[in-house]
């Protein structure tokens, strides 16, 4: 089965760290599109951050400077440190791989952060 299951979510207070972790099975992390997304309550899921097959990354303005993405090709996995939480951030995050055009999803995470 292909999937890509987000983990290491919690309960955080404003300006607090998390570090997100998505481990990839049946698919490689390293020569396909990654992307971090999260799902507010009430929300659609929604891009926060993503990294190209090539490594480069971008991410959406609100997280410029506090969210960073990584990979570990070794591990099939990526990363999503998260610095400066602010409770806008409160979500579930998923990781999604891109391969061909087709989306593959795990479970998600949810990150709280309190005020």
């Known amino acids: 089965e292909v999937a890509a299951a987000a983990s290491g979510g919690g309960l955080v207070q404003t300006g607090g760290s998390l570090t997100l972790s998505c481990a990839a099975s049946?698919?490689?992390?390293?020569?396909?599109?990654v992307g971090w997304y999260r799902q507010a309550p009430g929300n659609q899921r929604s891009l926060v951050v993503y990294?190209?097959?090539?490594?480069?990354?971008n991410s959406i303005s609100s997280v410029k400077g506090r969210f960073t993405m990584s990979r570990d090709n070794a591990k099939n996995e990526a990363y999503l440190q998260m610095n400066s939480l602010e409770p806008r951030d409160t979500a579930v995050y998923y990781c999604?791989?891109?391969?061909?055009?087709?989306?593959?999803w795990g479970q998600g995470t949810l990150v709280t952060v309190s005020s």
């Open positions: 049946g698919i490689s992390v390293s020569n396909n599109f």
């Open positions: 990294m190209s097959s090539g490594g480069s990354t």
């Open positions: 999604g791989v891109n391969s061909a055009g087709r989306e593959y």
